[in-house]
């Protein structure tokens, strides 16, 4: 009998299925049988936590950088927290990529990213810099220096995007930036 993988969602775990669908009876304790369950993988859910942090030392020390443990899983509220390795990012502030600390929850697989303040997620540049780009290209229509033209359309292009979508379609794209931070949303993502 052939047999396929596939999600079950009401109990979390991975079960064999027959090809109709439907669970397989038989022993759970051998992994040969149809119907055992596997664990499902503990990577489900990737947090990010912006935290305080001097960039200078944080450019010296690189690995040896004093990260702040998180009190809890923001995800479940486990106070038991394990160390998950690094990760390497890419900030404006440096010239290579920069480990930043992870950790993970041993209850729920969370994983919990750390990353400087001032920065949103998946983004190098900081949110400062971000506003003074579009500030600039909206009042002058000129971009800033340092930072590529293509990278600075790309943000302006999105905002004017997210604030038409949001606000309508002469919305002021300065105050539109801010309410949108306000509400929790990336205002240069092309995402939604």
């Keep these: 009998m052939n047999y396929r993988i596939k999600w079950a969602s009401v109990e979390a775990h991975l079960i064999l299925v027959g090809k109709d669908s439907q669970r397989l009876p038989g022993n759970r304790c051998h992994s040969h049988q149809p119907g055992f ?45 394990w160390g998950h390795g690094f990760v390497d990012s890419l900030f404006d502030f440096a010239k290579k990529a920069i480990p930043v600390k992870r950790y993970i929850c041993p209850n729920c697989g969370c994983v919990i990213k750390l990353r400087p303040e001032g920065y949103f997620k998946c983004f190098q540049a900081s949110i400062d810099t971000i506003r003074s780009s579009i500030d600039s290209i909206s009042t002058t229509a000129k971009t800033i220096k340092d930072i590529t033209r293509q990278r600075q359309r790309h ?27 306000a509400g929790g949303i990336i205002p240069v993502s092309r995402s939604t």
């Design 155 to 181: 943000w302006f292009v999105a905002l004017k995007r997210k604030a038409a979508a949001v606000f309508g379609l002469n919305a002021d794209l300065k105050q539109a930036f801010e309410k949108l931070i």
């Design 37 to 81: 369950l596997l664990k499902k993988p503990q990577k489900d859910h990737t947090m990010i936590i912006s935290v305080p942090i001097d960039i200078n030392l944080l450019l010296n020390l690189l690995r040896e950088f004093p990260w702040p443990r998180p009190d809890c899983c923001p995800k479940c509220n486990n106070s038991k927290l």
